[in-house]
């Protein structure tokens, strides 16, 4: 009696045991890992590209030449507020191409997905390269090896190029999640939201195109774009060299390719059995979560300009910052889609879930605190006209 007990107990509460599986925990965790270091990455990138911007402007002003114009970042991508309207309706012409002219083209978009994932994973390595070469105690962790291009980041390219190779010779699934995290972080930190407005604007679109995709394209497309799209494998261009050169052995054997739209993480407990989730619940919350850490480095570099010192913990440490708050709705947004998909036993829109999570609660914290108003236009334009690049974050 008490065996058939805890089995009846184990049957009700088994949604409860499924969001606790090892692929749930470890999609939850690498996920806002992934976030927080593309966030910190990015305003890193700006603080280094705002100081070499300085360095030359002082090079330029003691050679007597007149100061560059240029950009601090040229490989950063601001969206505007025609970018983000616009976002939803080319991912779903993007998605409707991939539903319908996948078969044709599988073999080009297996390649121009390895190259960029290859460039991503790149720049993903380059950081801990440049680690290992400092701690070698090489000289040459920021000096150029190669033209525009220092040791450590060809290091980076060919270790990105290995794992690439590796992954279209035996498309393992722990390759392709390499190259998935490297094309998140590589999208946080290189794709910069303005405002409040543009992030609301492009999230609100997202969702909306999230929610249809998922929800109700089986209803005129008699089955799940979305999921159709995100699970399709493509034609390894390996078997394609081999036939056309007529070549057999290994090349001709190669596996298809499960292309890194999105991460998967094994089970522990349920052999074969994974969890998914799309970088895009990933990408999009987390330009929002990038968003808000810089103006929350913004705000506190200003509080230091008008102080004239650095505020001590107690009025800064201590309070709950956006990003803080961000990266916790993110968290409960994710718990809620976990819990959805086991007890509705379907996919579900994540977004659907993240967006409010998200952006509610920054909203309304936004409002209390008074910073609503300059968030949603120019949030790093001082009250003096300055602009909110001329600070140390």
Known sequence: MAQVGANMEYQEYKWAYS????????????????????????????????????????????GGKPAPSCSHNSNVQTLNTMQALCFPLGSS???????????????????????????????????????????????????????????????AALLAAAIVAVWVLTGHWLLMDAMGMGLCVTFIALIRLPSLKVSTLLLTGLLLYDVFWVFFSSYIFTTNVMVK??????????????????????????????LPAKLVFPSMHHQGHFSMLGLGDIVMPGLLLCFVLRYDAYKKATLVCQMGQVPGPRSMGSRLTYFHCSL??????????????????????????????????????????????????????APNGKSGADFDV
């Open 229 to 258: 799209v995100a699970t399709r494998p493509a034609e390894n261009p390996m078997n394609v060299v081999a036939r056309r050169l007529q070549l057999g052995g290994a090349m001709r054997d190669a596996p298809k390719l499960s």
């Open 19 to 62: 969001i606790m599986d090892s692929s749930k925990v470890s999609a939850c965790l690498i996920s806002m890992l992934l976030i927080v270091y593309g966030s910190f990455r990015s305003l890193n990138m700006e603080r280094e590209a705002r100081e070499r911007a300085e360095r030359e402007r002082e090079a330029t002003l003691l």
């Open 328 to 381: 916790l709705g993110y968290f409960l947004g994710l718990l809620t889609a976990t819990v959805s998909a086991e007890v509705f036993k379907a996919a579900q829109p994540a977004l659907l879930y993240l967006v409010p999570f998200t952006l509610l609660p920054l909203l309304t914290m936004a409002y209390v605190k008074g910073d609503l108003r300059r968030m949603w236009s120019e949030p790093f334009i």
């Open 93 to 155: 012409v993007a998605l409707l191409i991939m539903f319908f002219f996948f078969d044709s083209m599988q073999t080009l978009v297996a390649i121009c997905t390895a190259i960029i994932a290859c460039a991503a994973l790149a720049f993903l390595l380059t950081p801990l390269c440049q680690y290992v070469a400092g701690s070698a105690g090489g000289a040459g962790g920021g000096a150029r090896a190669c033209g525009r291009y220092s040791a450590p980041e060809l290091a």
